[in-house]
């Protein structure tokens, strides 16, 4: 997709599904509507089902069925047919969901797979809007459960509710997990932003420096050096095999404001002080971090934004419950890694899902 074609997505109906960009199978609603000094705001949330020609889960075959039969009704009374599985895909910064073949592996496992484009991010983003801006983690509340909610009127009656979070939304999930216990079967994690870069000394000294600014102008921008290393390692444009948009995934990251970093920061806090996750935890790193301001081959290969050592270390903090994977050449999204690479992050998401969420 060219720059000049890129638009930013149009606002649904309550209730309405429209086709999504991904393709056949693909499509979004507008959820958690709000307003706040920009303007209007909203969340999406996109759901993939099997196309025509594919080939679908059983599952997901009875209940389009049934949906098709008798939507209303399901709507209605969500206690009749069987529980359905689900997962809810949360991105990291300067991200959202552009990735299908994530989709159809939790599909061909047997759930129905959703993804959430938080508000200001993705889909969600309004050309009035600051990127990605908040001033508290928990502010995403909303849209985590208006996304469930949305879920329900969906499928009908929901089993296992399985959340897949990468980069700042693994510390989102992670911490909206902590404070939602019971509600999840599993949280698995992809290259978790849980402690800043150079551990909890820098994060002290910049929380101390950010947080009476971003008291006063939360919308400061801290000036950091623009950096387009991790654009190049997923753009097939560049270096990467991914289409991203170029409005919602730009070459350069988002302006970081002040607002935001210290949200960030304080929930790094929080995650050093100790969660008590009580669902089944799986971490995933890469297994090197190479940390630069220019593209170097090597970074297709490496973590380019997180130390691992130090998140691997901060997981344990996250539950009594936590299994930790090295994926060897992994970047720092590890679904959007050499081919090779991504399929060993699918085994052993596959590997903790025969334990912990064994089939039906």
């Given at each position: 997709m060219r720059s000049d074609e890129a638009r930013y997505a149009i606002d649904t109906e309550p209730g309405q599904w429209l086709d999504d960009e991904l393709g056949p199978g693909f499509s979004y609603t507008s959820?958690?509507?709000?307003?706040?000094?920009?303007?209007?705001?909203?969340?999406?949330?996109?759901?993939?089902l099997p196309a025509v020609g594919e080939k679908p889960h059983w599952r997901d075959a009875m209940l389009n069925v049934r949906q098709g039969l008798d939507r209303a009704r399901a709507r209605g009374n969500h206690g009749t047919g069987a529980p359905v599985d689900v997962v809810l895909g949360l991105h990291g910064w300067t991200d959202y969901f552009y990735n299908p073949e994530l989709a159809r592996y939790w599909s061909d496992r047997g759930y129905r797979f959703y993804a959430l484009d938080l508000r200001r991010y993705g889909r969600s983003l309004r050309a009035w809007q600051t990127p990605g801006f908040i001033t508290d983690l928990r502010e995403y509340d909303a849209d985590i459960e208006a996304a469930l909610e949305a879920i329900r009127e969906d499928v009908g009656q929901v089993g296992r509710i399985v959340v897949v979070a990468h980069s700042t939304g693994g510390l989102t999930g992670?911490?909206?997990?902590?404070?939602?216990?019971?509600?999840?079967?599993a949280l698995v994690l992809n290259s978790p932003w849980l402690e800043m870069q150079g551990s909890w000394l820098v994060r002290n000294a910049a929380a101390g420096l950010l947080e009476p600014l971003a008291r006063?102008?939360?919308?400061?921008?801290?000036?950091?050096?623009e950096v387009d290393h991790y654009w190049q390692s997923l753009s097939n444009r560049a270096h990467g095999e991914w289409e991203v948009h170029p409005l919602w995934r730009p070459r350069n990251a988002f302006p970081v404001?002040?607002?935001?970093?210290s949200a960030v920061l304080a929930g790094h806090a929080e995650v050093a002080r100790g969660l008590d996750?009580?669902?089944p935890v799986l971490v995933m790193t890469s297994s090197k971090t190479h940390l630069g301001t220019?593209?170097?081959?090597e970074m297709l290969v490496t973590d380019?934004?997180?130390?691992?050592?130090t998140v691997r270390q901060r997981a344990l903090k996250l539950g009594n419950e936590v299994s930790i994977v090295r994926i060897e050449s992994g970047m720092h999204d590890l679904f959007t890694?050499?081919?090779?690479?991504?399929?060993?992050?699918?085994?052993?998401?596959?590997?903790?899902?025969d334990g912990y969420l064994p089939p039906r």
């Open positions: 959820i958690s509507p709000g307003r706040d000094e920009e303007g209007p705001f909203c969340a999406t949330l996109v759901r993939y992670s911490l909206w997990a902590n404070r939602n216990p019971g509600i999840l079967s006063v102008r939360p919308k400061a921008r801290i000036k950091l050096p404001t002040a607002g935001w970093i996750i009580r669902c220019v593209f170097e081959p380019t934004v997180i130390e691992v050592e890694s050499a081919a090779p690479t991504r399929r060993k992050a699918y085994d052993a998401v596959s590997r903790f899902s």
